[in-house]
């Protein structure tokens, strides 16, 4: 699976990080989102899952490879 992240709509809540640190990290300037790799690991999938349904903005999406 592969995750998309739509950085000018995050809204710098930082719940992704919380969901899935191994995926996600925060910019220390503005708080903003970024991905630390596109490709999701099977081990990472539920924590993505959730990340993707918690996120106030809705900028995150998982995707078939």
């Known amino acids: 699976m592969r995750v998309e992240l739509d950085e000018p709509k995050c ?3 930082g719940q992704c ?3 899935a640190p ?3 990290d ?3 300037d503005d ?3 970024f991905l630390l790799t596109e490709e999701v ?3 990472q999938l539920d924590s ?3 990340a993707v349904a918690i996120c106030p903005a809705a900028a995150i999406r998982l ?3």
Do not use: I, K, T, Y
């Open 26 to 28: 925060q910019n220390e």
């Open 63 to 65: 995707l078939a490879s």
């Open 48 to 50: 993505v899952r959730e």
């Open 41 to 43: 690991a099977e081990d």
């Open 17 to 19: 990080v919380m969901a």
């Open 31 to 33: 708080g903003v989102a």
């Open 11 to 13: 809204v710098a809540s």
């Open 22 to 24: 191994d995926v996600f």
